[in-house]
């Protein structure tokens, strides 16, 4: 469990980042976390793995493949997602101005780094 903290720290340290979590895709339970005060880690989870459930779907109907990356920008921020290999999303909340370029490579590190 100590590594799976260890990675979503590495996500918050991206300036912007209010807090990242390792989520279940199917289930959308958290695995790991670490958010800053206020952020519903629940609630988001469960949003996260819907979105990308129904995403996947989409894509796979419409011949795009699947997806590796999912960016939801909202009047108050923004959220990040990747899918990871055995079934885990990698999850960041963000503020609007967030580098998501940069928060977005070190979700992929993170991501690469389950295997």
């Given at each position: 469990?100590?590594a799976?903290?260890?990675?979503?720290?590495?996500v918050?340290r991206?300036?912007?980042v209010?807090?990242?979590?390792?989520?279940?895709?199917?289930d959308?339970?958290?695995?790991a976390?670490?958010?800053?005060?206020?952020?519903e880690?629940n609630?988001v989870?469960a949003l996260?793995?819907s979105?990308?459930?129904k995403?996947?779907?989409?894509?796979?109907?419409?011949?795009a493949?699947l997806?590796?990356f999912?960016?939801?920008?909202?009047?108050g921020?923004?959220?990040?997602?990747?899918?990871?290999?055995?079934?885990?999303?990698?999850v960041a909340?963000?503020?609007g101005?967030?580098?998501?370029?940069?928060?977005?490579l070190?979700?992929?590190r993170?991501?690469?780094s389950?295997?």
């Amino acid at each position: 469990m100590a590594a799976f903290q260890a990675m979503v720290d590495r996500v918050t340290r991206v300036r912007g980042v209010r807090g990242a979590m390792l989520v279940g895709g199917d289930d959308g339970l958290v695995i790991a976390a670490s958010l800053m005060a206020g952020v519903e880690g629940n609630a988001v989870a469960a949003l996260s793995a819907s979105l990308l459930k129904k995403l996947r779907r989409a894509a796979l109907a419409a011949g795009a493949g699947l997806p590796k990356f999912l960016h939801l920008q909202g009047e108050g921020g923004t959220l990040l997602a990747v899918p990871a290999p055995q079934g885990i999303v990698v999850v960041a909340i963000a503020d609007g101005d967030v580098n998501v370029g940069l928060a977005r490579l070190e979700m992929m590190r993170v991501a690469e780094s389950l295997v």
